[in-house]
Nanobody, 116 residues
């Protein structure tokens, strides 16, 4: 089993920045990829960014490219999402995801609210 704990959400004005953290525990050694998803009001959950833990290669949704950066600290089994130039449309609950060859795991979510 893998447990994920997110932190760093909050309220910020448009144009501001936030950094989300997601710490994995339990069988975190089995994880090969981690990522962030978000679900805005009345919307489906969507991919924001993912990172391969061994190669450190990352992918991003088009809507966040050049504004968000995903990174990882393998030793701490932690992944970060640096969010810059935030827009009101980035308002959502952000969920951390971790995957191994058998299944994926989800965190409880952290609210990000961007005011205009």
């Amino acid at each position: 089993q893998v447990q994920l704990v997110e932190s760093g959400g909050g309220l910020v004005q448009a144009g501001g920045s936030l950094r989300l953290s997601c710490a994995a525990s339990g069988s975190s050694f089995s994880i090969n990829a981690m990522g962030w998803y978000r679900q805005g009001p009345g919307k489906q959950r969507e991919l924001v960014a993912t990172i391969n833990l061994s190669r450190s290669s990352a992918t991003y949704a088009d809507s966040v490219k050049d504004r968000f950066t995903i990174s990882r600290d393998t030793a701490k089994a932690t992944v970060y999402l640096q969010m810059n130039s935030l827009k009101p449309e980035d308002t959502a609950v952000y969920y951390c995801n971790a995957a191994n060859m058998y299944r994926s795991y989800w965190g409880q979510g952290t609210q990000v609210t961007v005011s205009s």
